[in-house]
């Protein structure tokens, strides 16, 4: 089992940044490929980026490519989205997930955190 807990969400103006933090425990945090996804309001889960368990390869949803970066510190259990240059439309639960396999598919992703609400205010 692994355990993940989301933290770092709130209220921000548009064109400002937020990072969120996504701590593990549980079995080993370097096997683990770590996704980012996000579900606004009447709208499906969406993906966001996620990071290798080495954190040698990230990879994005074109709409945030540019503004957000993943990063993971595998000594700590943590992975990080650094969310710069926000907009309304990243208004949104963001929850953290891990997964044995690469992917960019919620299907793939074995466990999840409760989620952390981001408001991006116009």
């Known amino acids: 089992q692994v355990q993940l807990v989301e933290s770092g969400g709130g209220l921000v103006q548009a064109g400002g940044s937020l990072r969120l933090s996504c701590a593990a425990s549980g079995r080993i945090f370097s096997r683990y490929t770590m996704g980012w996804f996000r579900q606004a309001p009447g709208k499906e889960r969406e993906f966001v980026g996620a990071i290798t368990g080495s954190g040698s390869t990230t990879f994005y949803a074109d709409s945030v490519k540019g503004r957000f970066t993943i990063s993971r510190d595998n000594a700590k259990n943590t992975v990080y989205v650094q969310m710069n240059s926000l907009k309304p439309e990243d208004t949104a639960v963001y929850y953290c997930?891990?997964?044995?396999?690469?992917?960019?598919?919620?299907?793939?992703?074995?466990?999840w955190g409760q989620g952390t609400q981001v408001i991006v205010s116009s």
């Open positions: 997930a891990a997964a044995a396999v690469t992917s960019r598919t919620s299907h793939a992703y074995d466990y």
